[in-house]
C-alpha cells in the first residue's frame, strides 16, 4: 500500500464516519438524506482506492452503479421531504410517526390477538426395505395388488390400428 493509498482511504473513512455521525445525530431529513450520500460518497472513494491499489476496473464499476443508485435514492428522498413538508410545514422526523389519514381508526398492536397458523400436515412417501413387498393403500384394489407384480411397470400402449 503507498502513501497515497493510504491517505485515500483515509479521507473514505473519514466521509464514512461523519456521515454516520450526522445520520445518528441530526433531526432534520435534508441533512439526514445529506449524511447518507456522504456516506456513500465515502465508501465509493475506498471502493476506487481498492480498485487502484489491485489495478482493475472493479472499484470504478461498482462505484458508478453506487452512484446510480444513490442519485435513485436522492431523488426518491427529496419527493419525500417535499411531500412531508406539504403536509405539516415541517421537517422534524418526530412528524413521520404522526402521519396517518384523518378518518381511518387508529391502529394499536396491543388490540389484535396473535394468530397462530398451523403448518398443514404432508403425508412424506416412504421407501421399502429391498426385497420386501411393499404395503399397499386403502385406495388400491386389494385384488389387482394379488396379481399385480409392484416390481412390474405397467403401462398402457396405444392400439396398433390408430397409425
Given at each position: 500500500?503507498?502513501?497515497?493509498?493510504?491517505?485515500?482511504?483515509?479521507?473514505?473513512?473519514?466521509?464514512?464516519?461523519?456521515?454516520?455521525?450526522?445520520?445518528?445525530?441530526?433531526?432534520?431529513?435534508?441533512?439526514?438524506?445529506?449524511?447518507?450520500?456522504?456516506?456513500?460518497?465515502?465508501?465509493?472513494?475506498?471502493?476506487?482506492?481498492?480498485?487502484?491499489?489491485?489495478?482493475?476496473?472493479?472499484?470504478?464499476?461498482?462505484?458508478?452503479?453506487?452512484?446510480?443508485?444513490?442519485?435513485?435514492?436522492?431523488?426518491?428522498?427529496?419527493?419525500?421531504?417535499?411531500?412531508?413538508?406539504?403536509?405539516?410545514?415541517?421537517?422534524?422526523?418526530?412528524?413521520?410517526?404522526?402521519?396517518?389519514?384523518?378518518?381511518?381508526?387508529?391502529?394499536?398492536k396491543r388490540d389484535v390477538p396473535p394468530?397462530?397458523?398451523?403448518?398443514?400436515?404432508?403425508?412424506?412417501?416412504?421407501?421399502?426395505?429391498?426385497?420386501?413387498?411393499?404395503?399397499?393403500?386403502?385406495?388400491?384394489?386389494?385384488?389387482?395388488?394379488?396379481?399385480?407384480?409392484?416390481?412390474?411397470?405397467?403401462?398402457?400402449?396405444?392400439?396398433?390400428?390408430?397409425?
Open positions: 500500500m503507498t502513501a497515497d493509498s493510504g491517505c485515500y482511504l483515509a479521507v473514505g473513512a473519514a466521509l464514512f464516519v461523519l456521515g454516520g455521525i450526522g445520520f445518528v445525530t441530526r433531526r432534520n431529513l435534508i441533512l439526514i438524506f445529506l449524511s447518507v450520500e456522504l456516506m456513500l460518497h465515502g465508501v465509493s472513494l475506498t471502493l476506487l482506492t481498492f480498485g487502484r491499489m489491485h489495478d482493475n476496473l472493479e472499484g470504478q464499476s461498482f462505484t458508478i452503479f453506487m452512484l446510480t443508485v444513490a442519485a435513485c435514492e436522492a431523488a426518491l428522498g427529496l419527493a419525500l421531504v417535499l411531500s412531508l413538508y406539504q403536509r405539516t410545514k415541517s421537517l422534524d422526523v418526530d412528524i413521520w410517526s404522526k402521519l396517518s389519514e384523518p378518518d381511518l381508526p387508529k391502529w394499536d394468530t397462530i397458523i398451523a403448518e398443514p400436515q404432508t403425508a412424506y412417501p416412504r421407501l421399502t426395505v429391498a426385497g420386501e413387498t411393499p404395503d399397499i393403500d386403502d385406495d388400491f384394489p386389494v385384488a389387482l395388488a394379488k396379481t399385480t407384480d409392484p416390481r412390474k411397470v405397467l403401462t398402457p400402449s396405444p392400439p396398433d390400428d390408430e397409425y
